[in-house]
């Protein structure tokens, strides 16, 4: 089984509708993420959480909300969809035992927008 | 502030060729480096990393990359293109390892 599963894989949705996406992880890690992959821009940052607790902002929050249900669950909402929130979507998660560890990513989610 | 630097968005090489990803970092501390490859429709999978035990690091699948503080590069390398190799690769910088900061990405063409 995979150690960071994300659901759903892939959604199309309209203009102004709630989405949420999430993220579940079997690896036991305090930290986990949201990024989004676009194309030529590689990925950006958009919340991360070091536990259950702890939320904050990264690099493109605006438009975008988290939940930390619990340390193996992380959800990402879009309160009102738009068209340049279309992108592929990943979770991740990192261990904290040191400075220099490396993230363990999901398999993403490919939001369509219209 | 941190930030890396991915030279050229795609490469191509003919399969048995030298594979040369370049990545400059930017860095306010010693860094920690990360190379990920992201082969079509998966997440990102970690190549390897440097965390300043060795310049060289050897990582999965005949990868390596060198660290050079004096350059502010950490360029992956393959001395044998392999059709399998075909992918995106992302270079990634942290400090703290809090956050971690990813370059554009390099796609990577192998040619038969």
């Known amino acids: 089984d995979a150690d960071v599963t994300q659901t759903p894989r892939n959604r199309i949705t309209k203009t102004g509708k709630r989405i949420m996406l999430e993220c579940s992880q079997t690896k036991g890690h305090d930290r986990m993420y949201w990024y989004r992959q676009d194309p030529g821009l590689g990925l950006r940052l958009i919340y991360y959480?070091?536990?259950?607790?702890?939320?904050n902002k990264g690099e493109i929050s605006d438009g975008y909300s988290v939940s930390r249900q619990a340390q193996a669950k992380f959800s990402l909402s879009l309160e009102s969809a738009i068209p340049n929130q279309t992108a592929l979507y990943f979770c991740?998660?990192?261990?904290?035992?040191?400075?220099?560890?490396?993230?363990?990513f999901g398999p993403g989610t490919r939001l369509t927008v219209l | 502030a941190q930030s890396v630097t991915q030279l050229g968005s795609h490469v191509s090489v003919s399969e048995g060729a030298l594979v040369l990803l370049r990545c400059n970092y930017s860095s306010s501390v010693p860094p920690y480096l990360f190379w990920y490859v992201q082969y079509p429709n998966q997440g990102l999978q970690l190549l390897l990393k440097?965390?300043?035990?060795?310049?060289l690091v050897k990582g999965i699948n005949g990868f390596e990359a060198e660290f050079k503080k004096s350059e502010t590069s950490f360029h992956l390398t393959k001395p044998s293109a392999h059709m399998s190799d075909a992918a995106e690769y992302f270079c990634a910088v942290s400090d703290t390892g809090n956050q971690f900061y990813f370059g554009t990405g390099t796609s990577l063409t192998v040619i038969p």
């Open positions: 959480s070091f536990d259950v607790k702890d939320i």
């Open positions: 440097y965390t300043s035990a060795a310049t």
């Open positions: 991740a998660t990192s261990g904290t035992s040191g400075r220099f560890n490396e993230q363990f």
